[in-house]
């Protein structure tokens, strides 16, 4: 019990931490929580969390949301729910495990990519709204869309508050969307929902230090932080698959 709750603590830290500043953290969280709840119950353990930090996303950002956006991408994201949800439905723990260190590596290399080139491809209509299918299916297997909806977000021209309230926005949606899926698999239940509260005082503390701390901290040099821990965090995936 004590590790469940220090790695639920560490969860809601970093969740907050990411939240409030530089972002691109999602990747660590979920393997971190399967430290204690290996397989796929540990996605039902972090929903609750995630909608709380939404929750507090979507009050700080009310307006200049760009819903014909987000109309023409979260229908494909809904798609990519419902494939997932019958991807989960029949894969055993170890599947799983190993399903998600391929995805964490593919958002890796996918983040190296854009550093690399700019992705005029998405100005492509059909690649630019596929981001919203395979971000349905990464946010409900894996917790880990933000490259994909910053990607088709980004294209879409926005000025930096319609951007970033959009995005949360979109992210508060889907989420919300996921909760019957999750209940309905039977990986959202009371006795999880009731766990995440250990991950609450994480957030808190974690959501204070992000917005405080947000403008010592070299994005840059952050981002291959973290890159490197979540390629640390995949590896040790595929070695206990």
Excluded at 48 to 61: E, F, G, H, K, R
Excluded at 99 to 106: K, P, R, W
Excluded at 156 to 184: C, H, M
Excluded at 209 to 226: A, E
């Amino acid at each position: 019990m004590e590790t469940s709750i220090i790695v639920l603590f560490l969860a809601g830290l970093i969740t907050g931490f990411s939240k409030f500043s530089v972002g691109g953290m999602g990747l660590l969280v979920l393997p971190i929580v399967m430290i204690a709840f290996p397989g796929p119950e540990a996605l039902g353990v972090l929903l609750p969390l995630y909608i709380i930090t939404d929750l507090m996303a979507v009050c700080s950002y009310k307006s200049k949301i760009a819903w014909s956006v987000l109309a023409r991408f979260l229908p494909l994201a809904f798609v990519g729910v419902l494939v997932a949800s019958h991807f989960l439905a029949n894969i055993n723990a170890d599947q799983f495990i190993c399903f998600l260190g391929v995805t964490i590596v593919a958002m890796i290399l996918l983040g190296l990519y854009l550093d690399m080139r700019p992705a005029s491809f998405m100005r492509r209509p059909l690649a630019a709204y596929s981001m919203g299918f395979f971000g349905g299916v990464v946010s409900m297997v894996a917790n880990a869309a933000g490259p994909l909806f910053s990607l088709f977000l980004l294209e879409q021209k926005l000025d930096k508050t319609t951007y970033v309230s959009t995005r949360a926005w979109a992210f508060f949606i889907v989420n919300l969307v996921k909760l019957p899926f999750y209940i309905g698999l039977g990986l959202l239940t009371t006795h999880s929902a009731q766990t995440t509260l250990y991950a609450v005082p994480g957030l808190l503390v974690g959501s204070f230090i992000g917005y405080h701390f947000l403008k010592k901290v070299n994005p840059v040099q952050f981002k291959w932080l973290i890159r490197i821990m979540s390629t640390i965090a995949a590896c040790k995936l595929f070695l206990f698959s």
